[in-house]
């Protein structure tokens, strides 16, 4: 699970360095970013229900819910 949060954290610092600088458009990058970010936060919250932190736990799921959201509706309705 540290090798997938790493890589995920590279990808998510990669993507929005590349949409600040634009060589990419922001409008591809911050979606790919987002996702990644949210992934990771799943992850994280994976790793507070195993270490039995109920209060860390709920708060990354939904915040990672709410980024999810958010991308879906930039995505599909925005």
Do not use: H, Q, W
């Not at 990669?14 to 911050?30: Q, R, S």
């Not at 229900?49 to 819910?65: E, H, P, Y």
């Amino acid at each position: 699970m540290k090798i997938a949060k790493i890589i995920l954290s590279i990808i998510t610092m990669l993507f929005a360095t590349l949409g600040l600088v634009k060589i990419l458009p922001f409008d591809i990058t911050n979606p790919i970013m987002l996702v990644s970010l949210a992934t990771l936060l799943l992850l994280r919250s994976v790793e507070y229900k195993n270490n039995r932190d109920k209060g860390g736990f709920i708060i990354t799921c939904l915040t990672a819910v709410f980024v999810y959201v958010v991308v879906i509706y930039n995505v599909f309705i925005g």
